[in-house]
């Protein structure tokens, strides 16, 4: 009988499983949203209750699967099983968590392996994705954050473990305050939270936009990927300023990187660069040719090609024979 | 008998050669000024003295050492043994020139291994100098420009040939001119030769500096690294505004870099960083602090420990066992 394996990618606002046969097809999904108010273990049970939703689509069960991957925020331990500090996903996510044992507990004991969000999501483009062709590869996942993964001779690169923070390149010393608390990173201006903040304190200052008109009529509370794109559609003036802003900022990271590393390809994607797609990763790559210093021959920039369920397909190959190496 | 190597840094205003022996101790070096009247070929034949000036220095001849390995600026090819573009050696030096073959005709036939300078000063560094105990590190040598180079779980990272460009890591959007013709890069803010320039229009407005007092006391006609020291010691107000917003600079793009890839050190060397020593690389790892994403365990940062001959030191390490990787 063919080896099936699950894969779930864990986000901070949804939960997305997977089933995979040998060769990568995907036989069933099913995409949940991240309970927010039962603490880790809350969490735990709702990617097997997607994972037994995704199984049942795919006309098997949890049983049935070969092993576990799972992709998610924080830090990881992969040998210990646990993830540390994920707030992200919910509040009361501030410890370590021993996430492996406790979903594999509730999915029949099956095998479970941990594996961070943004680097199985960087290794999926690079298996299966938009980069197959390519050695060495820089990950860019524009979304809330801006995340990263490095993969060079064909390696995740992890450095002593926290490496690929593309989002926390400075892109302006004393520049715009992040998340993270520092100044002028790239993710100050690029990140969907950072361009959110500005656009509330925009408004607070007079400044006219749809941006909010389109958010309360799609029944949101946040400014989501849908709600820029169909906002930029609209030709609305301060969407297109802050998305150019973040373009700008995103180019001149990206370049930097390409800069120190010189690699063969970059590949855009999280849940900005997949819903504005091509167009905008083009105009990304256009601005980064006035920083490249070798700008006669530009990495290859492309759209991340696995869309919304790479880092659940990325999860799945922690446990098939590609899996990417564990962190030193 | 034992055997002795040549090494050779090329430099835009000196030549220095080391002869070592097998235990890499330097025997006897020389340093002469590059020619710059002559083109390429006088620059091979002026190696080729100073090589013969070490040699003798080590009461040996050019004769008896097994190989020589030269570091030179531009795009190296190791296999072919050419440097293409190396203006910055010599202004006829546009196009690819020989040197390998040109420096063994003119030494006894030896064979001539080339490397980039920087590659080869940061390996010198990692082999033999403040970087031994470390697996990875960002070399950073901060000159008339600033050029860097990575080394990754032992080896030389190159990408596509042309990685380490720490100097052109953008710090600014959209900010000051570098020599590059790019905006905003590190170098820009950093490299003497910026300093410089940035140096002569605030005299040009008005200003007033001991800079250039002291430069033409000292008998030079440009703000050479030991120009910079003494006017800082003498606490000059320029110098010390402009070194200052030079540490800014180099402290994001070095702490950028450290995100990226989260090595375990970075060692800053060239002239300014070797003349102006650890009181100075301090003030540049104090000053990364606010921009490391990790900055409850940042990286070792050190003060070349080779100094001056650590770029010949590593060129004679080309013809050693300990040879880094060719880049692919």
């Given at each position: 009988m063919e080896l099936l394996r699950g894969g779930v990618d864990l986000g901070g606002t949804k939960i997305q499983a997977v089933v995979v046969d040998g060769g990568h097809r995907v036989l069933g999904e099913a995409r949940r949203p991240t309970p927010k108010d039962r603490g880790p273990q809350g969490v735990a049970a709702e990617i097997a209750a997607t994972l037994a939703e995704a199984a049942a689509a795919a006309g098997t069960a949890v049983s049935d699967l070969a092993a576990i991957g799972v992709g998610s925020p924080g830090a990881i331990d992969d040998a210990e099983g646990t993830v540390t500090q994920a707030p992200n996903v919910t509040p009361e996510w501030t410890g370590t968590f021993a996430?492996?044992?406790?979903?594999?507990?509730?999915?029949?004991?099956?095998?479970?392996?941990?594996?961070?969000?943004?680097?199985?999501?960087?290794?999926?483009?690079?298996?299966?994705?938009?980069?197959?062709?390519?050695?060495?590869?820089?990950?860019?996942?524009?979304?809330?954050?801006?995340?990263?993964?490095?993969?060079?001779?064909?390696?995740?690169?992890?450095?002593?473990?926290?490496?690929?923070?593309?989002?926390?390149?400075?892109?302006?010393?004393?520049?715009?305050?992040?998340?993270?608390?520092?100044?002028?990173?790239?993710?100050?201006?690029?990140?969907?939270?950072?361009?959110?903040?500005?656009?509330?304190?925009?408004?607070?200052?007079?400044?006219?936009?749809a941006l909010f008109e389109i958010m309360e009529k799609r029944g949101r509370t946040n400014l989501s990927s849908g709600v820029w794109s169909r906002a930029l559609d609209r030709a609305d003036p301060m969407a297109t300023h802050l998305i150019d802003r973040a373009i700008g900022a995103l180019a001149a990271a990206i370049a930097s990187a390409v800069n120190l590393l010189d690699v063969e390809a970059v590949v855009i994607g999280g849940g900005l660069g997949t819903r504005l797609g091509e167009p905008y990763v083009d105009r990304i790559s256009e601005r980064m040719q006035r920083h490249l210093f070798r700008n006669d021959r530009p990495p290859a920039v492309r759209v991340a090609a696995l869309g919304d369920i790479g880092g659940a397909l990325g999860a799945a190959l922690l446990v098939a024979d590609q899996a990417p190496a564990t962190p030193a």
């Open positions: 996430l492996a044992a406790a979903v594999s507990e509730l999915a029949d004991g099956r095998r479970v392996r941990l594996g961070n969000d943004v680097d199985v999501g960087t290794w999926a483009e690079f298996e299966l994705g938009a980069a197959r062709e390519f050695d060495s590869l820089l990950g860019v996942f524009w979304g809330t954050g801006v995340g990263g993964g490095v993969i060079l001779e064909g390696a995740q690169w992890n450095g002593r473990g926290a490496a690929g923070e593309i989002g926390h390149l400075v892109v302006r010393v004393g520049g715009a305050r992040c998340g993270c608390g520092r100044r002028g990173c790239m993710e100050a201006y690029a990140g969907r939270q950072s361009m959110e903040a500005h656009a509330r304190r925009l408004v607070d200052k007079g400044q006219q936009t």
